[in-house]
C-alpha cells in the first residue's frame, strides 16, 4: 500500500516529517492530527467521504489481508 501527505505544509511545533511511502505486509502507518479546527482526512482522493481529524485523534492503517482486484470494462 502505497501512501502520500496531500498538504503537507510545514509547522512551527508541528509538520509532517514523513510525506510518502509504502506499507508491506505487517506494517502499520500511525497518523496523529495536530490541527485545531478543520483537518480531514480521506482515501483514494474521494473527499466527498471524510472524515474529521481533529487534534488528538489518532488514524491507524494496515494492508488489509484481502487485496482488492479492479475489473474494467473493456471499451
Given at each position: 500500500?502505497?501512501?502520500?501527505?496531500?498538504?503537507a505544509?510545514?509547522?512551527?511545533?508541528?509538520?509532517?516529517?514523513?510525506?510518502?511511502?509504502?506499507?508491506?505486509?505487517?506494517?502499520?502507518?500511525?497518523?496523529?492530527?495536530?490541527?485545531?479546527?478543520g483537518?480531514?482526512?480521506?482515501?483514494?482522493?474521494?473527499?466527498?467521504?471524510?472524515?474529521?481529524?481533529?487534534?488528538?485523534?489518532?488514524?491507524?492503517?494496515?494492508?488489509?489481508?484481502?487485496?482488492?482486484?479492479?475489473?474494467?470494462?473493456?471499451?
Amino acid at each position: 500500500m502505497a501512501f502520500f501527505v496531500r498538504e503537507a505544509w510545514p509547522a512551527g511545533t508541528y509538520g509532517a516529517g514523513i510525506t510518502e511511502g509504502r506499507l508491506q505486509d505487517g506494517m502499520e502507518l500511525l497518523i496523529t492530527s495536530g490541527l485545531d479546527d478543520g483537518g480531514v482526512i480521506f482515501g483514494d482522493g474521494i473527499e466527498a467521504d471524510r472524515l474529521e481529524f481533529r487534534c488528538g485523534v489518532t488514524a491507524r492503517t494496515r494492508v488489509a489481508r484481502e487485496r482488492l482486484r479492479l475489473v474494467a470494462a473493456a471499451t
